[in-house]
């Protein structure tokens, strides 16, 4: 979990607001959910100032490739780790030896075994399964891959945390603060 510091919450954030709540809160890390490229590199830095790990959302970000030049230059500009749907994305990534989360979206049972089967060939650093609050989803994946897996979406209560993480994942992002 040294990618996300010792904290099992993950803020996931999309606003300045957010974002300024997200740094003054005890979370140690942040999931960047949109971005551009004017504002990238000041996002970062004030989160490195802040000390807190910062994943970008790279299908998400306006202006930055969503190639392998794109993610070279989040590489340069110091990003803790990058977040897409992407095979390619997570691929390139991996290559310039950053942390990557392919997010995967659970719709029906052959859905989430496709995903799994994508995940295990492209080996991203964790898998975040959507929506979080589905713990026999969470269950089969970590039955079916050792790569860690975060519960995200719809995740508004303790209750749902304590359910996600007694499921097998190793954290939870949310973008509700409360819970942060």
Known sequence: MNDFGNKKIIAAVRTEEEFCTALNSSVDCIFLLCSNILTVENWIDRAKSAGKKLFIHL???EGIGRDNAGVAFLAKLGVDGIISTRTGIIRA???HGIPTVQRIFSID????????NAAGNF???YIEIMPGVIPKVIRRFCGCTDIPIIAGGLIETPEEVKAA??????AVSTANKSLW
């Open 93 to 95: 990534a991996r290559e």
């Open 123 to 125: 080996h991203p650093s």
């Open 165 to 170: 993480l007694d499921s097998g994942a190793v």
């Open 59 to 61: 299908d998400m970000s």
């Open 109 to 116: 049972s052959q859905a989430t075994q496709t995903s799994a």
